[in-house]
C-alpha cells in the first residue's frame, strides 16, 4: 500500500516537471551579436534663450532724440557773424540755463550785467547789484520766466543785434565791452521780463 501511495506521489511529481516544447523557449541569442551597451544618464538639456526666428527679426531699440548739431552750429556761426566769439557765448548760455534749473539766485545775480533791466509787478525795474537781485530773484525770475529759460533748445536760440534771445524775449545774454575798442567782451545776461520786447544793452 506504502509503495503504491509513494508511485503515486512520484508519478504527480513527474506530471509536474513535464517538459516544455521547442516551440515555446526562448531563441537563443545569437553568437556574433554583441549586447547593446546600456543607454547612457544624461542630464535634461539646458533650454535655450529665446532668439528672434530669421523670419521674424527682434526689432529696433527705440531712437534716441537727435542732438541737432547743424541747429547748434547754425546758432553759432550767427553768433559770430552778429555778435563774436561763440566759445564766449555758448558756455555762458549754458551755465545761466544750470543756474536757473538749480534756482541758485547768487549764480545767477552774478551773470547779469548792472544795472539790470528786469520787470517787477508788470513794471520796468532796474536792479543795482547783485544783492538786490538774490533779495528780488523769485519776483525777477519767475516760474514762467525760469521755464522758458530751462526748457529753451540752444539749437532754436534766436540771435539779433539785441544779443542772443530766449523764447519769446523772456530771456536776453549779450556781450559787454570790457575796453574802448570792444575787444575784451564779458557774456551776461542783460534782461529778464514777460515776454515782451527786449531793451537790451
Known amino acids: 500500500m506504502r509503495a503504491l501511495i509513494l508511485t503515486a506521489a512520484t508519478v ?100 547779469a550785467d548792472y544795472p539790470f533791466n528786469a520787470t517787477l509787478a508788470g513794471k520796468p525795474t532796474k536792479i543795482q547789484d547783485a544783492a538786490a537781485f538774490v533779495a528780488a530773484y523769485d519776483r525777477i525770475v519767475t516760474p514762467a520766466i525760469a521755464k522758458v529759460v530751462t526748457e529753451q533748445k540752444y539749437a532754436e536760440l534766436a540771435v539779433s543785434g539785441k544779443g542772443v534771445m530766449f523764447g519769446n524775449g523772456e530771456a536776453w545774454i549779450n556781450g559787454i565791452c570790457q575796453d574802448k575798442d570792444c575787444k575784451r567782451v564779458d557774456v551776461r545776461v542783460v534782461a529778464l521780463q514777460s515776454g515782451e520786447p527786449a531793451a537790451a544793452h
Open 12 to 111: 504527480a511529481l513527474l506530471a509536474a516537471c513535464k517538459p516544455v516544447p521547442p516551440s515555446e523557449l526562448p531563441a537563443p541569442a545569437a553568437p556574433d551579436a554583441p549586447a547593446a551597451p546600456a543607454a547612457p544618464v544624461v542630464d535634461p538639456p539646458a533650454v535655450p534663450p529665446a532668439v528672434a526666428s530669421p523670419e521674424a527679426p527682434a526689432a529696433d531699440p527705440a531712437p534716441t532724440p537727435p542732438t541737432n548739431d547743424a541747429g547748434r552750429a547754425q546758432v553759432n556761426q550767427s553768433i559770430e557773424e552778429v555778435l563774436g566769439d561763440p566759445a564766449l557765448y555758448e558756455p555762458a548760455i549754458l551755465a545761466f540755463q544750470k543756474a536757473v534749473a538749480a534756482h541758485d539766485a547768487a549764480a545767477v545775480a552774478r551773470m
